[in-house]
């Protein structure tokens, strides 16, 4: 798994005074936050940041592997990318992240199309990377890490809204659900020094911004002992017990850093989500009442294939016991169709589990044998692809119904909306989400973005609350 080749001498000599960067994200909210890392260390290294990928000296694509269609979009957008270098030869471009993690040296050496290939722990490495591109060489750093957590690096927030930003506190993910790639192109879990997560929170507080998003694979297993080596909670002392930070305490200590910037948090794993959690979220008015909770599945023999390590009932207890302590709390999901040898009938479960937990909102997606995964190895894609796609469209189908009720329950109430951007469809409107993340759409009169708004909803669609502000 671990890897790393600098093609020629390594060089310490930084070429980046003058020069800009221009980098693209694809995947998930943590690469879009890794991206923000990475300009803070092009920035550090003297490069400029630029939107405008024909003023760039660099582009980076910050990748996705966790379908085939991410991998394949990102495929075109390198050969498109490649037609551009006939143009500028000098044009340096680099693949980083979980493509380039998963791939190694394939982009480089076999296809040649990229000059420069991080993996997601290797980002330090890019100016060096560049600088030996510069000399005329291909480089690559693919090494994992079990220490990587960027910790004291600033991010530059790139494209924001000054509203609304990521603190990535955790990286990679140990829990090896047969399906996924991420374990293999993240390495393994990691938490980031607390002090460093509060740090970066109250940076973000005095410049103004209003909701924070703890960012993780699984943030419910955040553990912090004081640094060193990771300790299993079970194996740990009572007294280091006692004194280790657990998700639900930085939860409560980054809520505590300013009462008015809402607190948000993604992905939760059902099995490590604690009652400690649910009740700091019911404590602090600023932690968002919403959850992101993938079910994957709603069967139980499905979800054993899966290595999700819980049963069908025990997702829905842990629904039940979302519902009773925090109540009138978000809940969203993610669904997988046509797993290996799901059978119609194991299919339907899934549909009853939606129907059941009721989910705001949900995001869906047919199975995609990733190499390397356990599925892969061990298990038959055998689940025919009109199969995949017509389960896929049930599932929408019904969520759809789902997010349609829930949203007709929030007529005639108000609700607290942050504004974060103008409405897409008229720059007359603003839009903003509510505490359960719900998108909320209204005229935006005499508000700006950044402003809390109360907001009488009046109708609704699948996907949006419509209203106006009650002053
Ligand atoms: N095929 C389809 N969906 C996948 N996911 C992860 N791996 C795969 C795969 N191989 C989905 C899961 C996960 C989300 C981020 O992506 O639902 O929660
Ligand atoms: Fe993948 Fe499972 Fe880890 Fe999520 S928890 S990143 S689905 S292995």
Redesign the pocket.
């Known amino acids: 798994m671990q890897e790393t080749q600098v093609a020629g001498d390594v060089h310490t000599a930084v070429k980046g005074p003058g020069k800009h960067f221009y980098i693209e994200s694809y995947g998930c909210a943590m690469n879009f936050s890794d991206s923000e890392i990475i300009g803070s260390i092009m920035t550090d290294n003297g490069y400029t940041h630029t939107n405008d990928e024909f003023a760039a000296d660099v582009v980076f694509l910050n990748t996705c592997a966790i379908r085939d269609n991410a991998e394949q979009t990102i495929r075109h957008r390198l050969m498109h990318l490649r037609n551009n270098k006939r143009k500028n030869s000098g044009l340096i471009i680099g693949v980083l992240g979980c493509m380039a993690e998963r791939l190694k040296t394939k982009l480089l050496e076999e296809e040649k199309l990229v000059d420069v290939v991080a993996g997601p722990d290797a980002y330090r490495d890019l100016p060096k990377l560049v600088a030996e591109v510069e000399d005329g060489n291909k480089a690559i750093n693919v090494l994992l890490s079990r220490e990587e957590t960027y910790a004291e690096i600033s991010p530059l927030r790139l494209n924001t809204n000054g509203v609304s930003a990521f603190i990535s506190i955790m990286r990679g993910?140990d829990?090896?659900?047969s399906f996924?790639v991420?374990?293999f192109t993240r390495g393994r879990e990691r938490s980031r020094d607390p002090e460093s997560i509060l740090n970066e929170a109250r940076i973000l507080s005095q410049s103004g911004y209003k909701e924070i998003t703890l960012l993780g694979?699984?943030v419910d297993s955040y553990l912090w002992f004081g640094g060193g080596p990771k300790i299993d909670f079970k194996n740990a002392t009572e007294e280091q017990k006692a004194n280790a930070i657990t998700f639900d305490k930085l939860l409560e200590m980054v809520a505590l850093v300013d009462p008015q910037m809402r607190i948000r948090f993604s992905?939760s794993?059902p099995k490590d989500i604690s009652d400690a959690v649910l009740h700091t979220i019911v404590k602090y008015e600023n932690i968002c009442n919403y959850i992101h909770l993938p079910a994957q599945s709603g069967n139980s023999r499905i979800l054993e294939a899966m290595n999700r390590t819980y049963t069908r009932e025990w997702y829905l207890d842990k629904v039940n016991r979302i519902r009773e302590i925090i109540p009138g709390c978000g809940i969203s999901c993610d669904i997988i169709s046509g797993f290996c040898s799901e059978t119609e009938e194991e299919h339907r479960d899934t549909l009853s589990l939606m129907e059941i937990s009721r989910f705001d909102f949900s995001y869906m997606y047919k199975y995609s044998e990733r190499p390397g995964t356990l599925a892969q190895k061990k298990m038959t894609d055998d689940v025919p692809e009109e199969v995949k796609s017509r389960r896929l469209s049930e599932i929408i189908l019904l969520q759809n119904r789902l997010s349609l009720e829930n949203n007709r329950q929030y007529i005639g109430k108000v609700v607290r909306v942050l504004a974060d951007n103008l409405s897409k469809k008229s720059d007359k409107d603003l839009s903003g989400r509510n505490d359960q993340n719900v998108k909320v759409v209204f005229p935006k009169e005499t508000f700006s973005i950044g402003d809390f708004v109360d907001v009488l909803i009046e109708r609704v669609t699948t996907t949006t609350l419509i209203g106006k502000a009650i002053k």
């Open positions: 993910c829990n090896m659900c996924c991420v374990p694979q699984n992905t794993h």
